[in-house]
């Protein structure tokens, strides 16, 4: 069973790199790696090159808990091929070598959606991947962590995407989410599994797998059979909501997986400016998350609008209570427009 595994990055290289460095240490035996560029502004795809020739290490402080995943950093060069969207889209150059590294320049920042389905469609493009794992930029990997996704689609070929135990990458020791999240479908939101608790307490796979109603996007595993039946991500969002969308799409035809000894660490949200309260929420993030609320929630689940508006009337209110009138005129007009 072969794998390929999927980064997206957008202006974050060096986040990028020591990712890179961990998953190329994967004891997977038959992985390789797409890094696709949506249109970096500060020179990615050439640090990335440098990397993968050896002229430049990963930046990882001395005194990094995570270090090890990393360092010493494996041998070099790392060969890759580069491709434009266009080319890449059609499955690549049929004469170019099987390399373990794939670069491609998107074009353009197309979002989470648009730029994960370029590569997406440069593995279904070849026909040799079974599975493909979408994985952050902004995060570190354990060797193991992909062998253990792909262990639990085999023991359930019901299965179409798997998710990973994610833990904070700055505190170690602390869950993120445990596979995905659920979700409250009255105010059209979120709750991420386990959030905050030890990474040492016990879990039960299947009271996670009950709970969830997606798989955390910085972390899933997806079969072939579930892009050939399902499609790729869509790009109705741009950014948020878009794995809660492909499992609307997939209800009745896949199920949902946790594989808890799959370990990923994420710095969680830097390039997005995403952060756990909507007071560290950058303009960018809030913005899209609320906006994709309603557009989820129009798409999937109309008879919830009322429910839904009557929440964004209350963030309206706290935001205006903390003077974010910039924030209010922006919850205001996603609202009203048709």
């Known amino acids: 069973m072969s794998a390929w595994i999927v980064i997206l990055n957008w202006n974050g290289w060096a986040d990028t790199i020591e990712c890179l460095e961990t998953v190329v240490r994967s004891d997977y035996p038959d992985c390789r790696v797409v890094v696709c560029d949506n249109d970096s502004r500060d020179g990615s795809l050439e640090h990335i090159k440098a990397w993968a020739e050896g002229r430049l290490e990963a930046r990882v402080s ?9 360092f010493p ?3 070099k060069p790392v060969p890759y091929v580069e491709y434009e969207r266009a080319v890449a889209e059609r499955g690549g150059d049929s004469a170019a070598p ?6 491609i320049q998107t074009g353009g920042n197309l979002g989470f959606a648009g730029g994960n389905n370029v590569g997406l469609r440069y593995v279904v493009g070849r026909g040799d991947g079974d599975y493909v794992w979408l994985l952050n930029n902004d995060t570190v990997v354990r060797p193991d962590s992909l062998g253990c996704l792909i262990r639990e689609t085999q023991q359930n070929p019901h299965v179409g995407i798997v998710g990973s135990t994610l833990l904070y990458y700055h505190a170690p020791d602390t869950v993120q989410t445990l596979g995905g999240a659920s979700y409250n479908r009255w105010l059209a939101l979120p709750r991420h599994i386990g959030a905050l608790q030890s990474a040492s307490f016990p879990v039960s796979a299947s009271e996670v797998t009950a709970r969830m109603a997606y798989v955390s996007g910085a972390s899933m595993l997806v079969s ?3 892009l050939r039946e399902v499609g790729f991500l869509s790009e109705d969002y741009f950014l948020y909501f878009e794995e809660l969308d492909w499992t609307a799409r997939a209800k009745g035809k896949f199920e949902l997986a946790y594989a808890p000894e799959s370990v990923v660490y994420h710095k969680e949200g830097g390039t997005a400016g995403a952060r756990s309260t ?7 993030a809030d913005y899209h998350f609320i906006r994709n ?15 839904v508006y009557f929440a964004l009337f209350v963030a309206l209110l706290r935001r205006a209570r903390r003077g974010r009138w910039d924030r209010v005129r922006m919850i205001a007009k996603l609202c009203w427009s048709p």
Not at 98 to 103: A, G, H, N
């Open 98 to 103: 099987d390399v373990p590294l794939v670069l």
């Open 73 to 75: 950093p494996i041998r």
């Open 293 to 307: 609320r309603i557009v989820f929630t129009r798409k999937f689940l109309p008879a919830m609008l009322p429910t």
């Open 278 to 284: 909507e007071v560290e929420k950058s303009w960018v």
């Open 62 to 70: 001395g005194d990094n808990p995570l270090r090890a995943l990393s």
């Open 224 to 226: 072939r059979d579930f």
